[in-house]
């Protein structure tokens, strides 16, 4: 089983400021790795794919890059609606979801 | 516009047994696979389930494993997840995802049916 590893946990910012999110893979993934966000009460939704390819609607601040078992989801310039739960998923054996990164207001 | 619909979430007792479903539309059904993740409450993701676009195989975590059991109907564009031997910590949100194929991610997901076991 690959297990996946997010860090930090939490993350308190401000408004206008950049978050950089990691997860870690305890086995190499190429780049069959995705990340979701969730905000409370909502369903997650899909934001990168493929390591660092966007999803379709998802603004340009959101960056994915990484491969093999290091990956950095990078927000910048935070929105409001950018404080959320975020959680990254491989997909290269099975499907495993880290922890989740949770990214609130400072 | 891709649509995925839960239902038949409640509450039962340890031991006992529900089915899901989940009504897709949106985009060809008979062409993806679907899965069920779920989250307890205040945790995160687990991936539970997934059945190719054929229905020719299913995954399962091992946590379910021989429990669980999902199936499709292409004729109704519905998505089963058959639930028995439920625990406590099976209680959670269900939601349906759509994806592709073995090895792919997910993109759409449904907005979830809420699962508790309880005596």
């Known amino acids: 089983e690959i297990i996946m590893t997010q860090s930090p946990a939490t993350l308190s910012l401000s408004p206008g400021e950049s978050a950089t999110l990691s997860c870690t893979a305890s086995?190499?993934?190429?780049?069959?790795l995705a990340w979701y966000q969730q905000r409370p009460g909502q369903a997650p939704r899909l934001l990168i794919y493929?390591?660092?390819t966007r999803a379709t609607g998802i603004p340009l601040r959101f960056s994915g890059s990484g491969s093999g078992t290091e990956f950095t989801l990078t927000i910048t310039s935070l929105q409001s609606e950018d404080f959320a739960v975020y959680y990254c998923l491989q997909y290269a054996r099975s499907w495993t979801f880290g922890q989740g990164t949770k990214v609130e207001m400072k | 516009q891709v649509h995925l619909v839960e239902s038949g979430g409640g509450v039962v007792q340890p031991g006992g047994s529900l089915r899901l479903s989940c009504a897709a539309s949106g985009f060809t059904f008979s062409h993806y696979g679907l899965h069920w993740v779920r989250q307890a409450p205040g945790s995160g993701l687990e991936w539970v389930t997934f059945i190719r676009y054929d229905g020719s195989s299913q995954y399962y975590a091992d946590s379910v494993k021989g429990r669980f059991t999902v199936s499709r109907d292409d004729s109704k564009t519905t998505v089963y997840l058959q639930m028995t031997s439920l625990r406590s910590d099976d209680t959670a949100v269900y939601y349906c995802?759509?994806?592709?194929?073995?090895?792919?991610?997910?993109?759409?997901w449904g907005q979830g049916t809420l699962v508790t076991v309880s005596p």
């Open positions: 086995q190499s993934l190429g780049t069959n």
């Open positions: 493929v390591a660092s």
């Open positions: 995802v759509k994806g592709k194929d073995y090895g792919d991610h997910f993109d759409h």
